[in-house]
Structures are given as structure tokens and as C-alpha cells.
């Protein structure tokens, strides 16, 4: 299959990719590692009549942990975020999530903003950003907006990217102290989209008692849905809490619809099931964290999944 006749563009500067994105408008696509925009002109389900690739643009190629979190860059693929040890210190969750996207093969050219970017209601990066009420820094000539991501994110396949505008960047908050993370999904194939996964995050205060409990789910709704399941734990210890309550609470708020993948009853039962083990995984990390000297990382357990990336 081939994709229908586009102007190719390939600029060396943040400026000037700029430049052509304003002069072009509506009618341009940013390509960033093209994992989902190529297969997608090539079946033609879009025909923008400029492709902007930015893969020249170097200095958007960074992943960097400040005392905040991490940022990442247009350019930063995958792999490179998932591979990040500072980054992988500071928000764990990035490596928890991006484990479960595709394989490694398309991590090494995928990018993590293109991900959030092209909004799939079905990709994990989605929902690590909403979990940790993450940014997306959109860049157009002459100015530059943050935008948070419950703005971020406006329908399947949809976000708030203006014509003649490009994200930059993407910002990841480093979660509270004592605050464990985790994220699950199932999948019909191992590297498929997900019929549903969750991201949870579990705050514990200095007696290992939950103060909060989130979640976001997806694939159970057209932007990722953060869920507060706080009041289904609140004041448990960790490690007798009823997680399974936080898991109805989190299946009674969702309205998934059926689709050929599974049936809305179906995604309703994994987001309960998914949502109890979820959130009880954050918790352990959240206790071990608390016990853990200052200074010394997360488990090492991810590095060993599907071995190097290269
Ligand atoms: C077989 C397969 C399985 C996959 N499985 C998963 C999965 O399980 N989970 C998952 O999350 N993803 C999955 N993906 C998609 C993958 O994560 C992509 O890398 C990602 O969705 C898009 O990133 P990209 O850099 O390839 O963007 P591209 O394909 O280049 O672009 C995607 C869209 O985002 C826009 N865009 C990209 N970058 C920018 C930017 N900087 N500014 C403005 N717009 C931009 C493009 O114009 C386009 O509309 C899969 C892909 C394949 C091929």
C-alpha cells in the first residue's frame, strides 16, 4: 500500500520547521518516528498534503530529571525514555508504562510526545500523563503554551495541537514522596494495543496508610479517565487495605462501549480486576519506597524485561 502524493519537508531547526508549519497550516502532518502516522497514510485514512519530518531536529532528541521530573523531547524515542536510569529513578511509572507499548523494535523509532501527540485513547504514554498530571509543551512561531493534560487530550486520535503548531516537549511530574506506581494491562497479543490497562498511583503517609489512591484507565473511554478511588481506601494500612473496593468503585465509574475487540461487560470486568491488582502493586512500591535509604533506586525487575533494546 501507498500513501496518496504529500510535499516532503525536511528542516534542521526548531525555527524552521516553524516556519514551514505556519506557511502550511491545516494541511501539514509532523512526522516524528512515523510508527502510527505512516501506516495510517498509507491506508489512507489521512491525506495531508505536507509531511513535516522533524527527526533533523537533534535538539529535541533529550530525556532530562530535574528536581521536579523528567522532560522529554519531540525527538526522545521510546526505548530511550524507558531506558533512562534518572528517569526511571524519578518517575517510574514512564518505564512501568512504556514497557507495554508495542515491541522493542517499534520503541526504537516511536517518540514518546508523538505517542501523546497522536492522543490513541488505547496508548499507555496517554495515560501516564494524566496519572501524573503531567504537560505538553506546544511550540508555534512566534510563542509557546503549556498545556495540561486533562486539556491535552480532546477525543480518539484528537488533541488541542492547533494547525501551524508542534509539542515540543512533555513534562512528567515526579510523583509525591511514599508514593508507589504501577501499571497492568491485557492485551489479546503481546505487543497489541490493550482492551484495557490501568496506571495507579498510592500515596502512603509516614504509618504506611493510604492517603490517596488513583487510577486512569484506558481503552475504556475516548480520552484517558483519571478515576480518585481514595474514598474506597482511605486510612488502611497498605498491606490490609480492601483493594478489591477501589476495583468496583473504579468499574462502576467507566462507560466503556463493545467494540470487535471485546464487549463493553468484558472491559468493565478487566478495568476491576486490573484497577484491584493495580492498585495494590502501587502500594507495596509506595511502602517500599518509604523504607528504602535516600539516594537508592527503584527495583531493577524492568531492566530485565525483554532484554536490550538495541
Ligand atoms: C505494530 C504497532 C503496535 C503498536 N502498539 C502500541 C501500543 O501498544 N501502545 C502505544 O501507545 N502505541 C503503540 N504503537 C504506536 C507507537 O507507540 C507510536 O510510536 C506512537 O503512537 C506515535 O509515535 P511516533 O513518533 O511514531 O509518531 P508518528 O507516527 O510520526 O505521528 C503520529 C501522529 O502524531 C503527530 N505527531 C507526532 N509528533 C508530533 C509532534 N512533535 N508535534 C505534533 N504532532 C506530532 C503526527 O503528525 C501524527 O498525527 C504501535 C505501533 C505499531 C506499528
Known amino acids: 500500500m501507498k500513501p496518496p502524493a504529500f510535499q516532503y519537508h525536511a528542516p534542521r531547526s526548531l525555527p524552521e520547521a516553524l516556519e514551514i508549519l505556519n506557511r502550511v497550516g491545516h494541511d501539514a502532518k509532523v512526522l516524528a518516528g512515523g510508527q502510527s502516522l505512516i501506516p495510517i497514510l498509507n491506508m489512507r485514512l489521512a491525506a495531508p498534503g505536507h509531511l513535516v519530518d522533524i527527526n533533523g531536529l537533534s535538539e529535541l532528541s ?13 525527538l526522545a524515542r521510546h526505548s530511550e ?67 495540561g493534560a486533562a486539556e491535552f487530550f480532546v477525543g480518539p486520535l484528537e488533541s488541542c495541537v492547533e494547525p501551524g503548531e508542534m509539542a515540543v516537549s512533555a513534562y512528567f511530574p515526579r510523583p509525591p514522596e511514599r508514593t508507589g506506581t504501577e501499571f497492568v494491562e491485557v ?102 519506597s518509604a523504607a528504602r535509604p535516600a539516594g537508592i533506586d527503584d527495583d531493577t525487575s524492568d531492566d530485565q524485561q525483554e532484554g536490550g533494546h538495541r
Do not use: K
Not at 523509532?109 to 499507555?124: C, K, Q, Y
Not at 498491606?239 to 468499574?251: F, I, K, M, Q, V
Open 187 to 288: 492485551a489479546r497479543r503481546h505487543g497489541d494495543y490493550a482492551m484495557c490497562g490501568v496506571a495507579a498511583a498510592v500515596t502512603l503517609d509516614e504509618d504506611l496508610r493510604i492517603v490517596r489512591a488513583r487510577a486512569v484507565c484506558l481503552s475504556v473511554s475516548p480520552v484517558p479517565l483519571p478515576l480518585d478511588l481514595t474514598e474506597a481506601v482511605a486510612g488502611a494500612a497498605f498491606d490490609t487495605a480492601r483493594w478489591d473496593a477501589a476495583g468496583e468503585l473504579a468499574a462502576e465509574r467507566i462507560d466503556p462501549e463493545p467494540d470487535i475487540h471485546a464487549s463493553a461487560d468484558y472491559r468493565r470486568h478487566l478495568a476491576r480486576v486490573l484497577t484491584t491488582r493495580a492498585v495494590r502493586a502501587a502500594a507495596v512500591r509506595g511502602a517500599e
Open 81 to 147: 525514555v524507558e531506558h533512562d536510569g534518572a528517569a526511571h529513578s524519578a518517575v517510574p511509572l514512564l518505564r512501568q508504562g512504556l514497557r507495554h507499548v508495542a515491541h522493542p523494535v517499534i520503541r526504537n523509532r516511536g517518540t514518546t510526545v508523538g505517542s501523546l501527540a497522536h492522543a490513541d485513547p488505547s496508548g499507555e504514554m496517554t495515560a501516564v500523563l494524566t496519572l501524573l498530571d503531567g504537560s505538553v509543551e506546544l511550540a508555534r512561531q512566534g510563542g509557546v503554551r503549556t498545556v
Open 62 to 74: 533529550f530525556v532530562r530529571t530535574d528536581v521536579g521530573g523528567v522532560r522529554v523531547g519531540a
